[in-house]
C-alpha cells in the first residue's frame, strides 16, 4: 500500500524554466492538497482539490498551477521558477473535508539557481 | 497571522524521559491534529482532538486541549531514540475553512 508517491524525489531548475510536480494516491480520496515547507514558515497551502475536476487556491498560490484530471492525480506546475520558489514541496490526501487528517507523501525537494 | 505556534522550538532529552510540547492558538477552533516528521520525510498524523474534547491518549501519546486558554499541549511518556523527529500541530476552523500548521518542535531523544 504505497499511501501518497510524489515525483521526482529532488530537483534542480534554473531561473525561468518550468516543471511538473506529480503527486498520486491510491486510497480513493477525495481531497488533495498541494504544499511547501520553508524553513521557520511552517507548511503553508499552495493549492488544494476537493474532487476530480476541481481546484482552489490556498493561502500562496502565485506562482503555481494545478489540474486534477483523474481522482488519484493531483499536479502541481511551475510555469517559470524563481529562486522564491526553491523550497520543499509536501502533496496530501485526506478523505473527506479539510478538518480531516491528512496523509503526505514523502517530499519534493525543489532548488531554483 | 499564524494560528498554531509551538513551544518550545526545540527540545533535548534522555531515553526515558517524557517530552512535552505546546500549542498555542488564536481564534476558535473545531479541531486541533498534531502531526510527526522525520527528517527527510513527509508528516504523519498522530491523532486529532475536537473542540468539545479536554484530553486525548493514543499509546504514549496523552493530548489535552484547554480552549479557554487557547493552547493545546502533546505529552510523549518514557521516550525512545525512535521518537526524535519535528512535531507539528494543526488548527481547523470552520469560520476560515483553513487547517493551519504551526512552526514545530524539534525534538532530540539521546540514547
Known amino acids: 500500500n504505497a499511501g501518497v508517491t510524489q515525483t521526482p524525489k529532488f530537483r534542480v531548475l534554473k531561473t525561468g524554466q518550468s516543471m511538473t510536480l506529480l503527486c498520486a494516491q491510491d486510497m480513493n480520496h477525495e481531497y488533495m492538497y498541494w504544499y511547501r515547507q520553508d524553513p521557520g514558515m511552517g507548511l503553508r497551502l499552495i493549492h488544494y482539490s476537493v474532487g476530480e475536476g476541481t481546484t482552489a487556491k490556498g493561502e500562496v498560490p502565485d506562482g503555481y498551477n494545478v489540474s486534477r484530471l483523474k481522482k488519484q492525480n493531483f499536479l502541481l506546475g511551475l510555469e517559470s521558477a524563481a529562486p522564491s520558489q526553491t523550497s520543499v514541496y509536501f502533496c496530501?490526501?485526506?478523505?473527506?473535508?479539510?478538518?480531516?487528517?491528512?496523509?503526505f507523501g514523502d517530499g519534493t525537494r525543489l532548488s531554483i539557481l | 497571522s499564524q494560528q498554531g505556534e509551538e513551544d518550545p522550538q526545540a527540545l533535548s532529552i534522555q531515553e526515558g524521559e517524557n517530552a512535552t510540547m505546546n500549542c498555542s492558538y488564536k481564534t476558535s477552533i473545531n479541531n486541533l491534529q498534531w502531526y510527526r516528521q522525520n527528517s527527510g520525510r513527509g508528516l504523519v498524523h498522530l491523532i486529532l482532538?475536537?473542540?468539545?474534547?479536554r484530553e486525548k491518549h493514543s499509546g504514549r501519546l496523552r493530548v489535552t486541549l484547554d480552549t479557554s486558554k487557547k493552547s493545546s499541549s502533546l505529552l510523549i511518556t518514557a521516550s525512545r531514540a525512535a521518537d526524535t523527529a519535528s512535531y507539528f500541530c494543526?488548527?481547523?476552523?470552520?469560520?476560515?475553512?483553513?487547517?493551519?500548521f504551526g512552526q514545530g518542535t524539534t525534538l532530540q531523544v539521546k540514547p
Open positions: 496530501a490526501s485526506s478523505p473527506l473535508g479539510r478538518d480531516q487528517p491528512q496523509h
Open positions: 494543526a488548527t481547523f476552523s470552520s469560520n476560515t475553512g483553513k487547517l493551519i
Open positions: 482532538i475536537r473542540s468539545n474534547e
